[in-house]
């Protein structure tokens, strides 16, 4: 019995010994491809971004603006475009108004 103990005690050392090679193995590995992608290594936590999607531009500057229901029609992308001026406008002067400092642009994808 002594002698099965010692054997299995010997062949988890053995693997725990092969596992822990194995994760040094892939952090090089890691290190290598992060150096290849010039991603520098960095302790900082991830930066957190709030993203505002208007899910119906356009009902809404219908709603919102007589010359938009004109325009909506025949300017899409110029009045997608002002609603979001017009939001971005708006989130801003609440923010202002509570002293959150924050740096709003709008992004197109």
Request: contains cysteine; proline residues 3%.
């Amino acid at each position: 019995m002594i002698t099965f103990l010692t054997v299995l005690s010997v062949l988890l050392v053995l693997f725990s010994g092969f596992v822990c090679w194995q994760v040094l193995e892939q952090r090089k590995v890691i290190a290598r491809m992060m150096e290849n992608d010039d991603i520098a290594e960095s302790d900082q936590e991830p930066e957190l971004v709030i993203t505002l999607r208007v899910l119906d531009p356009i009902a809404l500057a219908k709603r919102e603006s007589r010359s938009a229901r004109v325009l909506a029609d025949k300017l899409p992308v110029m009045v997608r475009k002002m609603v979001y001026q017009e939001v971005m406008k708006e989130l801003e002067e609440e923010m202002t108004e509570r002293e959150i400092d924050v740096d709003m642009q709008i992004e197109y994808r």
